[in-house]
């Protein structure tokens, strides 16, 4: 399996929130702005209690990647989506120890 996070140093920070307070991925090289969204619904803070989302950044190959952190029963642990060019969520980590987060999101955590 490919790994991409190899040779990454900087992690541009994509997030944003529209006026509705749902998260938006800015899409660097396009200018446009996508909702980070699963079956068609669109994600903010009230979405659950047991996360926010904290960070996105485009993947070299298209789409993006979106970091979870979790609180309440889930603090300590992070989540990543890997969504399409429309922020649609295609996969998911499920839930991992933070101290077992990929290199290039440990920054956003600390």
């Known amino acids: 399996m490919e790994n991409l996070f190899e040779g ?3 992690l541009p920070n994509l997030l944003s929130k529209d006026r509705f307070d ?3 991925i800015n899409d660097p090289v396009t200018g446009s ?8 619904k669109h ?7 047991i996360w926010d989302v904290i960070a996105a950044r485009k993947l070299p190959h298209g789409g993006f990647e979106v970091l979870f952190d979790g609180m309440e029963e889930k603090e300590g642990q992070s ?5 399409d060019e ?9 839930w991992i120890s ?3 987060i990929p290199g290039v999101w440990e ?4």
């Open 107 to 110: 920054q956003v955590l600390n």
């Open 43 to 49: 994600y903010s803070d009230a979405s659950e209690d």
């Open 98 to 100: 933070d101290v077992n």
């Open 79 to 83: 989540v990543i989506w890997t969504t």
């Open 33 to 40: 702005s996508v909702h980070v969204s699963f079956r068609g």
């Open 8 to 10: 990454i140093v900087e």
């Open 86 to 94: 429309n922020g649609e969520r295609i996969n998911s980590t499920g």
């Open 22 to 24: 749902k998260y938006l």
